[in-house]
């Protein structure tokens, strides 16, 4: 009934947009990494032909980011921090995600309220609200003196790889559990009673149905906060800024904002974005064959 | 768990209140089965992840320049002190700037997210499966390199666009129109074809169909969206750093970041307190706007936090 261009002129001004600034600004990071200084501005000067394409930067960043460049520890250490925070994220999240789909009844609404309320309110002000609770005269410290933990106060927010990692964990959490939520929450209740008859117990039943029917759910929420994590660089910044909790994002912000060598902070930024467009494929791969399997 | 009389077969029912013992070894054996455990880790994250925020807000009012001990209840961060949020000129000009910025991204991402829903739903042919493909990658790429790649792109090949508000609301439409997309789209789905079939066997034009039928259909999914960029731009951080040239184009998420790394004030807390509130009340308003425009349709809030929980995904 409707014109057969019709479509695709509605579908045309946001394909362009996203062509022009976010296809296109990809390549610029491309050119910029693969391209060359000027000598004495010291500017970035972009290498738009792959053809003339000059690996020397790339490689540079490349030898840095390896064992034994200066950069291999900041790799290890996102990692570290990204894996802990991650691991920490199914530890807490499942069994919260895991009683509002299952046993909650009255709270359900409330506690899916409360559960979306974070995702709403500013990071940076969530960031803020435990800057203050961690300060040496906040309530953390306070209630640490009190309880006679400590006598003297803790330095929280003096770059301590345990306040990045509470801060990460912190931060992302609700985009763990909200997609985990709505996985488990999908299960059809007939398994769960099939298990049942068959004579397993709860614990088996959650071993061998729910948890296997979750298993996407887990590792979608996972992908969706390590992404982000990875990339993340104001959250070490704020509740530390010590250059010994300076992450893979701290060093990218670094050659923007503070040195002024964009053309090793693209090359960085590259590789990043590899290194992740990987995890992702990864995570789409695993989802698709598990939706085989399910209909198979 | 010192009971002298033997314990009875575990598939007896227990005769009345059970003893605190006997719930104690029947949660051990059973753990599942009566989830305290559960309810106790679910509240206690919830605590953890609302409670904060709620103290920040209470420090906003306090009466004297701590953050951390409680001086009474006063309102001179907001309105009074020469650095509360009304007097300081910087903090009053990032919430200028935030909001701005909002508004345009409103205005411009989202007519851009409706049509690009409407267009990938149905189109089918050459170009349709890369552009579905397209779509989806500004809500997986980390903002730091979207923010990398805008601000290499402003200034080595569009280097008529400079940093600043404007290349600052380009960036900000770049990440919304994806969520205005997934959220048409899922109403899209969810009222199929039916109803413009229908006008067209009544003999309504494709126009006719389209702006009588259609749209009114698809209002609600346009306002939650419209909604949606408004919260995601007025939170966003990242973008608005990357782009920004310092000065007033200044937003309020990078003014409570720049005061949290320098000597935070309560007035801070403050102005955190106004950015939360106003994107709350945009969801809000989002959400009540979505309910009311499907009223008499069943099962109407689910649809919106299904989309909100796809729109996360």
């Not at chain 1, 362009?16 to 501005?41: D, E, K, S």
């Not at chain 2, 903090?91 to 049509?115: E, R, Y």
């Not at chain 2, 200034?155 to 960036?171: D, E, M």
């Not at chain 2, 009540?288 to 929980?309: H, L, N, P, S």
Request: charge should be positive; glycine fraction near 8%; aromatic fraction near 12%.
């Amino acid at each position: 009934m409707y014109p057969g261009w019709l479509w695709r002129g509605f579908a045309l001004p946001g394909v362009v947009w996203l062509i022009l600034l976010f296809i296109i600004p990809f390549y610029a990071v491309t050119a910029v990494a693969f391209g060359q200084v000027n000598p004495t501005l010291l500017t970035p000067e972009p290498v738009w032909n792959p053809l003339q394409w000059n690996v020397g930067w790339m490689s540079e960043a490349l030898t840095r980011l390896r064992p034994g460049g200066d950069l291999w520890v900041v790799v290890v250490r996102t990692c570290e921090y990204v894996v802990v925070s991650v691991g920490m994220c199914i530890a807490i999240g499942y069994p919260v995600a895991y009683y509002i789909a299952r046993h909650a009844t009255r709270t359900k609404s409330l506690l899916l309220i409360l559960l979306i309320l974070p995702l709403w309110i500013s990071y940076l002000m969530r960031m803020l609200a435990w800057v203050n609770l961690l300060a040496p005269d906040g309530y953390v410290n306070r209630f640490l003196i009190w309880s006679h933990v400590i006598s003297t106060p803790y330095g929280w927010l003096d770059g301590r790889p345990i306040t990045v990692i509470f801060a990460l964990i912190y931060g992302y959490i609700p985009f763990f559990i909200l997609p985990l939520y709505a996985s488990l929450d999908r299960i059809d209740k007939s398994f769960l009673e099939a298990a049942r008859d068959l004579g397993a117990s709860p614990f088996r039943t959650f071993l061998h149905v729910t948890l296997p029917l979750s298993k996407t759910g887990i590792l979608g929420g996972c992908v969706l906060v390590a992404l982000p994590m990875f990339g993340d660089y104001y959250t070490p910044n704020i509740v530390s800024g010590a250059p010994t909790t300076s992450m893979v994002g701290n060093q990218i912000d670094l050659y923007f904002h503070y040195t002024s060598q964009p053309t090793i902070g693209a090359a960085l930024t590259l590789i990043l974005s590899f290194f992740l467009v990987v995890l992702m494929a990864y995570y789409m791969v695993t989802v698709a064959r598990a939706t085989k399997e399910q209909q198979a | 768990m010192t009971t002298t009389t033997p314990a009875p077969p575990r598939t007896a029912a227990p005769q009345g209140r059970p003893s605190a013992a006997r719930r104690l070894r029947s949660w051990f054996a059973n753990p599942w089965g009566r989830p305290r455990f559960l309810v106790l880790i679910t509240w206690t994250y919830m605590v953890w992840a609302i409670v904060p925020v709620l103290i920040a807000v209470q420090y906003s009012f306090n009466g004297s320049r701590s953050r951390t001990i409680w001086a009474g209840f006063s309102t001179r961060w907001y309105i009074s002190d020469p650095s509360s949020v009304i007097n300081d000129p910087t903090l009053s000009s990032a919430l200028q700037q935030s909001l701005k910025l909002a508004a345009a991204d409103v205005i411009i991402a989202t007519p851009i997210g409706v049509l690009l829903a409407l267009g990938l739903a149905r189109w089918r042919g050459r170009g349709s499966g890369s552009s579905n493909f397209i779509m989806l990658f500004p809500l997986v790429t980390p903002e730091i390199v979207m923010g990398v790649s805008l601000l290499l792109v402003f200034t080595n090949l569009f280097t008529f666009i400079h940093t600043g508000t404007f290349a600052q609301i380009l960036g900000h439409v770049t990440f919304s129109i994806s969520y205005v997309v997934v959220i048409v789209r899922g109403r899209l789905f969810s009222i199929g074809r039916q109803y413009e079939e229908a006008a067209a066997d009544l003999g309504a034009s494709p126009r006719v169909a389209l702006v009588k039928v259609l749209l009114p259909l698809l209002t609600p999914a346009i306002v939650a969206g419209a909604a949606i960029c408004f919260a995601i731009s007025i939170d966003d951080f990242v973008i608005s750093y990357w782009l920004s040239s310092g000065g007033n184009t200044t937003t309020v998420p990078m003014a409570i970041y720049a005061a949290t790394r320098a000597a935070p004030l309560p007035s801070t807390n403050a102005i955190a307190t106004i950015l939360s509130l106003i994107t709350l009340a945009s969801v809000v308003l989002g959400y009540a706007g979505y309910r009311i425009f499907t009223r008499g349709e069943r099962a109407a809030g689910q649809g919106m936090v299904g989309d909100m929980a796809a729109f996360d995904i």
